[in-house]
């Protein structure tokens, strides 16, 4: 079996897909992505494509290896997200190939279903308590807000009541048994972060989600030291020498990998491997489209300490499609009391309806993520 073409696929609302195509008719299907740098990374993939065609497609591990280690500089968003997105298609393969889901190929799964959890609130949250008793009334058990809007380094404290005002409403009006996370987004700088957790303790979150950006990653241990709250950070880490030094240092309980920027299925099941010799919860990131969520279902399906799964069905960046319109059986991913199924399918799981792939990149995107700005006209982290 030897590689005759990659081919990519911008579409609405956000998202870039890939189709492998092989000359014994099995084609598979990765989603590489940077959220706001979609035909960055398609640039990229063509790159890579300059090696793989006429490669064996099941020599996974090597051609991750080649892809990795046969540049010179190494890593990064884009370069990881590309490689993220050449792995899944070729996972996708090899299981289709063989007739069984990925999962199976990686040892067998050692759950049948994982928690999920929705967002609420948009980015600038607003209506979050209407939004949760939305999602807890669809049978989800637990639910994501961001925080809060722009802080400055040092800012006023009513900003700090307003985030806490904000927990506060959407505690009371889900009850005490329904998991909160509060994503900090990294709007946040040390010396609000340490503030802002204190004040949030009493609300008994799910997690607090990057407190502070991951290259000030030093900050966390004195942060966490605020809130009884787990930490979690991870989505703007693209490999397991990223996670080496989170990890060493102690200060996180959550790693969140995105298989579509970490490297997909191959650098994320090491670096998850990585988190349990820490002790360390898996909560793969995954705002993106179904392959993304596929392929991280696969992850979870093999991963002893995966412990919930975010999905963006609903979300607020999906205004123009959903998760599912992309998908030929839209129950692939099938939601019951809170937690989606792992697909069984082969591959992947989930079949692409590529027509209407097709279809949707002729109107593509140039999706961009919004530039803020404070009062004093200085540039706001979003």
Known sequence: MKITALKTFIVPPRWLFLKIETDEGVSGWGEPVVEGRAHTVETAITELADYLIGKDPRLIEDHWTVMYRGAFYRGGPILMSAIAGVDQALWDIKGKALGVPVHELLGGKLRDRIKVYSWIGGDRPADIAAGALDVTSRGFTALKMNGTEELQIVDSHDKIDAVVERVASVRQAVGPNIGIAVDFHG????????????????????FIEEPVLSENREALKEIASFSSAPIALGERLYSRWDFKSVLEQGAVDIIQPDLSHAGGITECRKIAAMAEAYDVALAPHCPLGPIALAACLQLDAVSYNAFIQEQSLGIHYNSTNDLLDYASDKSVFQYEDGYVAIPDGPGLGIEINEEYVMERAKEGHRWRNPIWRHKDGSFAEW
């Not at 709007?187 to 799910?206: C, I, Q, S």
């Open 187 to 206: 709007r946040v700088h040390r010396p609000m972060a340490r503030a802002l957790v204190k004040e949030l303790d009493p609300y008994r979150l799910m």
